[in-house]
């Protein structure tokens, strides 16, 4: 059974930092590439990242650029999301999606709250 | 960037009827696209990917068709479970860029 579980949410305050981990299992994440997707409180999906399956390369989303990190390791089945210099319009739910097309697998999400 | 304009933003339906959501994309994506289902509190489910192609699992009432810039999801026969709200996600490029979303509320 494919599972995705998101980890590290929680309060920061601005200009903090954060980093949220995503542990998978049931398929080799190795074969994928994976993405982080936010959804700010009562708003609509943002795609935010993806990387490759051997992390050649990675894509942001404009506002996070140079802000925010995506990295996996393979070997512990694991993607992560290094979150620097927060706002509090990065406020949101986050999700560790399998897939850098149409992701099919999602985790539950995690909250992120940017406040003082 | 590519812009992915939904519409409409809400409509209000009873259970047994068609519904028809557009995406528009701000340029030509060929067939790079998919939608997906969101229930409060829960996460997106995808419902179809490619345009066109029903995700296992998925009830076929769901169906998805078009290409270039105008995309369509019906809804044939609208179930009590379907009231959500759906969103469409372009993959043609980066960055990748959902619809606005669309609620589907009880009429």
């Known amino acids: 059974e494919v599972q995705v579980v998101e980890s590290g949410g929680g309060l920061v305050q601005p200009g903090g930092s954060l980093r949220l981990s995503c542990a998978t299992s049931?398929?080799?994440?190795?074969?994928?590439?994976m993405s982080w997707v936010r959804q700010a409180p009562g708003k609509g999906l943002e795609w935010v990242a993806t990387?490759?399956?051997?992390?050649?390369?990675?894509y942001y989303v404009d506002s996070v650029e140079g802000r925010f990190t995506i990295s996996r390791d393979n070997a512990k089945n694991s993607l992560y999301l290094q979150m620097n210099s927060l706002r509090a319009d990065d406020t949101a739910v986050y999700y560790c999606?399998?897939?850098?097309?149409?992701?099919?697998?999602w985790g539950q999400g995690t909250l992120v709250t940017v406040s003082p | 960037d590519i812009q992915m304009t939904q519409s409409p933003s809400s409509l209000s339906a009873s259970v047994g009827d068609r519904v028809t959501i557009t995406c528009r994309a701000s340029?030509?994506?060929?067939?790079?696209l998919g939608w997906y289902q969101q229930k409060p509190g829960k996460a997106p489910e995808r419902l179809i990917y490619?345009?066109?192609n029903l995700q296992s699992g998925v009830p076929s009432r769901f169906s998805g068709s078009g290409s270039g810039t105008e995309f369509t999801l019906t809804i044939s026969g609208l179930q009590p479970e379907d009231f959500a709200t759906y969103y469409c996600?372009?993959?043609?490029?980066?960055?990748?860029?959902f619809g606005q979303g669309t609620k589907v509320e009880v009429k």
């Open positions: 996600l372009q993959h043609n490029s980066y960055p990748r860029t």
């Open positions: 049931g398929f080799p994440l190795s074969g994928y590439l």
């Open positions: 340029q030509g994506i060929g067939n790079d």
């Open positions: 990387i490759k399956h051997d992390a050649s390369e990675r």
């Open positions: 490619a345009a066109s």
């Open positions: 999606a399998r897939g850098g097309r149409v992701p099919d697998y």
